[in-house]
């Protein structure tokens, strides 16, 4: 049809009705680019709500990782710990005693900043089905400590001298949930957790006689279940998993653990080894990423982006726990004095996670300050570090010796926290050394690779060529001033000789 042959009315309206096409083409194009604008902030909407349950499920990530560690860790070094079939060593199935019978040498490597002071005699034991009993002999006056630990690292009680005396004394371990009748003369003490790490200590000189007298010690002390109380008892042979490892420590095998597998276990753990009353905020925290105390966890059933945040929490949870070495001393729960770094804040925690994470990376099993401060000092200040290629001489005031009730000592470690070989075998000097004093009545220990002199060793403590740490350890230290409880008194300065 030509536009010339149409009637002015019938042009009028193919007109209209193409204005008409045009408009509904046009709002059909202007809804679509409507829809596509709705769909598109949506989808960025989306993507940012996303984004911030991923950062908060980070955030809390980081909190709970740090909250888990004590826990966690106790775990996999319980599993290492206690991965043989019987007693070798630092190493001994659940329920039996491992009886450290001598002092380790410079060729020892399985534990760092091993002691040279005390003798182990140390137990792992599961109080979920019954009590455990531990009979202890009449010390005769000697010191000693049994540190009861529980699954979080807690000291939840410590017999001893300071506290029990050194008389004989039984006493059973009941778990949290246990409710029942003792035998005459059994005191109960109720563990927190169904996991028990008995880490016990008896004072010894190290020579063979004193070595005699304390194994004998250690070969009267006892611990059954309460089943077998009164009774001849054998602990069972222990069973060997071969899926354990025993080579790598047990800080790189829970550093190495991905977020699922260490909430997994974490959760796993919970179930034995309940949170305690004041850790209520913690757990409402906690059930934000799907870990509740007596149910399993599950990475796969997470919302993809708490999944995703969770993945990227353990690497800073690790930072965040080993920067508290210096953020603890802003804090005040650290102490840096004249080279010397040291906390009275250890064997009880309550809600300080990030200094009882700490103190578990670097100090598993460490007692309540009342029975043992560690002072350590990698140089005279922070700028330096020790050298056995210079001489040092840590002075004593006159009557300014370490004030314990206890004893003292000062060990020397390479810079891996490992004795030093050295011509005498000397790796602590301490009050057992019988020291001796200057003319005013103070006293200097010599801090050398060499000898100071014939008439200065009783004084040295040998130091290795290159770099070395010291460690103080204060077994029960005074309460009245002076006192390191209260920093009354302080540890001295190590000096470079003139």
């Known amino acids: 049809m030509q536009l010339k042959n149409l009637s002015r009315a019938a042009i009028a309206a193919l007109f209209a009705l193409t204005l008409v096409a045009c408009g509904k083409q046009a709002d059909t194009t202007a809804e679509k ?95 979920a089905k019954e009590p455990w009993i531990v009979s202890i002999p009449d010390m005769k006056g000697r010191y000693f400590l049994l540190p ?112 699922a ?13 309940p949170p305690a009353a004041e850790d209520a905020p913690m757990i409402d925290k906690l059930a934000k990423i799907g870990v509740v105390p007596g149910q399993d966890f599950d990475a796969a059933k997470l919302d993809p982006a708490v999944a995703k945040g969770l993945a990227a929490a353990p690497k800073p949870a690790q930072d965040k726990i080993m920067s508290w070495m210096k953020e603890g001393i802003l804090a005040g729960d650290l102490k840096l004095e004249d080279g010397w770094l040291f906390t009275t804040k250890t064997g009880l925690y309550g809600t300080a996670y990030r200094q009882r994470a700490l103190i578990t990376a670097i100090g598993l099993g460490a007692n309540r300050p009342q029975d043992a401060v560690y002072p350590t000092s990698e140089g005279p200040d922070v700028l330096k570090s020790y050298s056995g290629a210079n001489k040092y001489v840590m002075h004593f005031e006159k009557g300014h010796l370490p004030p314990v009730n206890g004893f003292w000592s000062l060990t020397m470690y390479d810079e891996n926290y490992f004795f030093v070989d050295n011509p005498l075998n000397r790796y602590t000097v301490s009050q057992r050394n ?23 060793e009783q004084n040295w403590l040998p130091a290795p060529k290159d770099k070395f740490i010291l460690m103080m350890r204060l077994y029960w230290p005074k309460d009245e001033k002076p006192s390191i409880l209260d920093s009354s008194w302080k540890v001295p300065r190590v000096n470079e000789a003139n």
Request: charged share 20%; aromatic share 10%; hydrophobic share 40%.
């Open 148 to 259: 009861m630990l529980d699954g979080w690292t807690n000291v939840f009680q410590v017999p001893g001298k300071r506290t029990t005396g050194s008389g004989a004394q039984q006493y059973a371990i009941t778990g949290p949930g246990w409710s029942g009748t003792l035998p005459p003369g059994v005191t109960e003490y109720k563990a927190p957790t169904n996991l028990v790490w008995i880490l016990g200590r008896i004072y010894c000189t190290g020579t063979k006689e004193d070595y005699k007298a304390v194994h004998a010690l250690q070969d009267q002390m006892a611990i059954v279940p309460l089943s077998a109380y009164g009774k001849p008892y054998t602990p069972p042979q222990g069973t060997v998993d071969a899926g354990v490892d025993m080579k790598t420590a047990v800080r790189e095998q829970v550093n190495a653990m991905d977020a």
């Open 261 to 273: 597998s260490y909430f997994a276990l974490f959760a796993q753990l919970m179930k034995a080894n």
């Open 33 to 127: 680019a409507a829809a596509e604008v709705k769909e598109k902030v949506a989808a960025e909407a989306k993507a940012v709500e996303a984004l911030a349950r991923e950062k908060e499920a980070q955030e809390i990530g980081i909190d709970a990782y740090i909250y888990a560690y004590p826990l966690v860790t106790m775990e996999m070094t319980r599993r290492v710990m206690t991965n043989v079939a019987a007693a070798e060593g630092t190493r001994a199935p659940m329920g039996h005693w491992v009886r450290m019978r001598s002092y380790p040498d410079a060729s020892f490597r399985d534990v760092t900043a091993p002691n040279a002071d005390t003798l182990y005699t140390t137990t792992w034991i599961d109080v």
């Open 434 to 456: 019988k020291l001796k004093a200057n003319p005013d009545g103070s006293v200097d220990l010599y801090i050398q690779n060499e000898s100071p002199g014939k008439d200065k």
